[in-house]
């Protein structure tokens, strides 16, 4: 079991930041790597960005390199999303999840824990 609480979300105008974060807790040492989703009305969720637990190994969608930076503080069990350049396209609600397999995809299918998530909305 791996719980994780989003938080950070909020209502930011175009060209604004913010930055989310995920503490997880629970049984964690069988994650492989977390990422971040997002999830606007409608539509499927779709990848932003994920980190592998050894190495940092990143990985973004391409609406997004440039602008989001995913990291992590392993001591403190916290994964993060700086969020720059916020465009309305950005809004979502944002997830994020770990990944306990020895491979990791920018895919939702390969995550396991899902957090409640913590809501974007960016305007114009």
């Known amino acids: 079991q791996v719980q994780l609480v989003e938080s950070g979300g909020g209502s930011v105008q175009a060209g604004g930041s913010l930055r989310l974060s995920c503490a997880a807790s629970g049984d964690t040492s069988s994650t492989y790597c977390m990422g971040w989703f997002r999830q606007a009305p409608g539509k499927e969720r779709e990848g932003v960005a994920r980190i592998t637990a050894v190495g940092a190994s990143t990985d973004y969608a391409d609406s997004v390199k440039g602008r989001f930076t995913i990291s992590q503080d392993m001591a403190k069990n916290t994964l993060y999303l700086q969020m720059n350049r916020l465009k309305p396209e950005d809004t979502g609600m944002y997830y994020c999840?770990?990944?306990?397999?020895?491979?990791?995809?920018?895919?939702?299918?390969?995550?396991?824990?899902w957090g409640q998530g913590t809501q974007v909305t960016v305007s114009s």
């Open positions: 999840a770990t990944n306990a397999l020895d491979y990791c995809a920018l895919v939702p299918s390969y995550f396991t824990y």
